[in-house]
Structure formats: structure tokens, C-alpha cells
């Protein structure tokens, strides 16, 4: 039998039992106590935390994201850290009291559905087998099964539905070459009517339902679902008065998914929906008049021309680093406050190799 321990999380005062192969991040979800986190496989750094007392096992945590220094200063990542002893952590806990807490559970899904929507990306639809509550921008984790003799390991795919559908739920997803969760499983075998392991939910990077202020959404390649998903439960749900403009970056016409979705959505709720496509690697001649309304260059230097200042907005940015980076710094020179931009970085595998920490100048 695993020996389990007790996490005390400190300011908050609250204990969590931990098993020995459960990272201390999952067994504090799970009980209902969050922590920040965002990639939950020791890549970004958003849940580093404090060791008060008691000792724990690293895991997997990379060497970028938590130095060999701050280990030795008592630094932890929760999401790959595992106790070997009673530990007492102390974490930095931002929370925004408007934003409701579910605690991670475990799921079946079955695939309904899976379909290619853009080059090397594909829409997966899956059935759970009972209602999940979630925030609009939330993950789940799903087990990429045995295969090829390499063991189970899980990967992470954002919800591009609305809360309110709480059982099917859409995911879009992009082949990695070589990966493990990609060409080795979705796009190497998984099928409709196959079952899958999933938990969740995760993550903070929610929509503010309360914030009414005009909300700029940045998304590249498939950092499209998480804001799918929000402005699908702010406009078609109501669960928010804000006007949203969603930017959609993408190389050329074969990389974008969901054009005639939100141009028909921009057309139904003109007041309070924008919708701008932007293609980096095409011009309008290459277009023509089906790209009406396109933006043509990088995605953040559509958003320069198109905004004299953005003084007074809120902010929404998803996909690579290397272009959240950069929307950051677009966004904050046209006098957009950090405090005001929620961030999601999608990591791979060769991030935890190959460095690709998050900014410190955002908490989610």
C-alpha cells in the first residue's frame, strides 16, 4: 500500500492527505484547495511554492523552470513534486473570489467525433460519462495509453466548449512530430467509439465573467480553444457584458479553423462580438475577396494598426510562447497593465528540454 502524507498549505492553514506517487499539486486540486498552475509537468514555473518543512521528491521538474539554487533554497513545483515526508508549503495564492473552484475528478470520455480542420490539426469531440463542472478556458488531462511498448502518460488539451455543455466536449489539437500524445495516439490510431481516461478540470486561465471592460483575445494555432470556449459562454451564453475581439493568427488560410463560425457569430452579435483573422505568410492579392476582413501580417502588428491605445481593456492571450510573448509586449505598449493580461502558454515535451519559462511579469 503507497504511504500517504499530510500537506499543510500555508497562508491558508489547509491540510491535504498526499500519496507518495501523487503529485502534491493533484492531491490539493482534488481535495478542493487551488494552487496556481498552469502546465502541471514541471515546464512553466507558475506553481513554485515555497518548502517550509519536510522533504519531497522533484520528479520531473526541468532544470529551467526550477534551478538547482532554488531547490537548494527550498523551492518546489507542486505539479511534480511528491512527498516524502509531512510537508508544509507555502504558495503565493492570487485568487480571485468571483471565479469558482471545482475540484479535479476523474472521467471516461468517449470519442463522438474526429475531424480535421486545418492542416496537421484536428477537432476531437469526446462524451463524458457524467456532467463536469468547469470555467470557460480550463484543461483537462487525458492518458495516452500504453503503446509500442512505452508506458501511459498524459497530455493536456484545453475545453473549446462553454461550461454549459457539460458533458460532450470539443478539443482541437495539433500533430507534434514525434509526439508521444500526437502522431503516437490521435493522429496514430485513436478512433470514434474509442474510451480514454481523462481528469480534470485544470488551470486558471479563465474567462472574468465580471469584467465588463472590452476583452482582447489572442490566439494562435490551436490556443483558438480556450477562447472558443470563452467567448462561446460570454456571447451565445450571456455570462458576460463585455465586447470581445478575438485575433486569430495563423501562417496561411490552410493553418485557420472556425472562420465561418465566428464570421457568422461577429454577424449575429455585432455588438458584442469583433472577429479578425490575421495571416502572417499571405497577402490580400493572394486572398482575394474571400478575405474580407483579414488582417495580413503578424498577428501583433494587426493589433498595432488597428488600436491607437487599448488604455482601459483586459486581455486574453493563448498558443506558443513565442507569440504570447509578443502580444505582451504589443498589448502593453499600447498602455495595457500586465495585472490586466491573462496568459496560457501551450507547451510541448521539447519545452521541458529546451527551456521556455513563462514571464514572471503575469499572474493567472
Known amino acids: 500500500m503507497t504511504q500517504s502524507h499530510t500537506i499543510t498549505v500555508e497562508p491558508l492553514g489547509r491540510e491535504v492527505e498526499c500519496r507518495e506517487d501523487q503529485s502534491i499539486l493533484e492531491a490539493c486540486l482534488r481535495s478542493g484547495v487551488w494552487l496556481p498552475h498552469s502546465c502541471t509537468h514541471g515546464t512553466c514555473a507558475t506553481c513554485k511554492a515555497d518548502v517550509l518543512e519536510g522533504e519531497v521528491d522533484h520528479g520531473a521538474a526541468s532544470s529551467f523552470a526550477l534551478m538547482d539554487y532554488e531547490r537548494d533554497e527550498g523551492k518546489l513545483l507542486p505539479c511534480t513534486a511528491r512527498p516524502r515526508s509531512d510537508v508544509v508549503i507555502e504558495v503565493d495564492i492570487d485568487v480571485d473570489e468571483s471565479v469558482e473552484v471545482f475540484p479535479v475528478q476523474d472521467y471516461t470520455a468517449t470519442v463522438i467525433e474526429l475531424t480535421e480542420v486545418a492542416r496537421e490539426t484536428v477537432r ?4 463524458l460519462d457524467r456532467e463536469i463542472g468547469f470555467n470557460a478556458g ?3 488531462k487525458f492518458q495516452v495509453p500504453t503503446r509500442d511498448g512505452l508506458p501511459a502518460v498524459d497530455r493536456t488539451w484545453s475545453i473549446a466548449s462553454p461550461p454549459t455543455e457539460d458533458r460532450r466536449l470539443e478539443f482541437h489539437i495539433r500533430r507534434v512530430p514525434g509526439g508521444r500524445g500526437t502522431d503516437g495516439w490521435v493522429f496514430g490510431g485513436l478512433a470514434v467509439g474509442d474510451t480514454v481516461s481523462v481528469s480534470g478540470p485544470y488551470g486558471r486561465f479563465v474567462l472574468r465573467t465580471g469584467d465588463d471592460r472590452h476583452a482582447v483575445l489572442v490566439g494562435g494555432g490551436t490556443g483558438l480553444a480556450p477562447l472558443k470556449s470563452m467567448i462561446r459562454h460570454a456571447v451565445e451564453n450571456g455570462a458576460s457584458d463585455a465586447h470581445l475581439t478575438l485575433y486569430q493568427g495563423a501562417r496561411t488560410r490552410e ?9 457568422s457569430l461577429a454577424t449575429r452579435f455585432p455588438d458584442r462580438f469583433t472577429y479578425r483573422p490575421c495571416l502572417s505568410e499571405e497577402t490580400p492579392e493572394d486572398c482575394g475577396k474571400s478575405a474580407d476582413g483579414f488582417g495580413f501580417g503578424l498577428v501583433t502588428d494587426v ?8 488604455s482601459g481593456c483586459a486581455g486574453y492571450l493563448c498558443g506558443p ?5 509578443a502580444a505582451l509586449k504589443t498589448l502593453m505598449s499600447k498602455r495595457l497593465f500586465p495585472r490586466d493580461i491573462h496568459r496560457e502558454d501551450f507547451f510541448t515535451e521539447g519545452d521541458r528540454a ?4 513563462r514571464s514572471p511579469l503575469i499572474k493567472r
Do not use: N, S
Open 138 to 140: 480550463q484543461y483537462l
Open 124 to 127: 476531437l469531440v469526446v462524451e
Open 255 to 263: 493553418w485557420l479553423y472556425d472562420v465561418d463560425y465566428f464570421c
Open 303 to 310: 493589433i498595432a494598426a488597428d488600436h491607437e491605445t487599448l
Open 354 to 357: 529546451g527551456g521556455g519559462v
Open 321 to 325: 510562447p513565442p507569440m504570447v510573448e
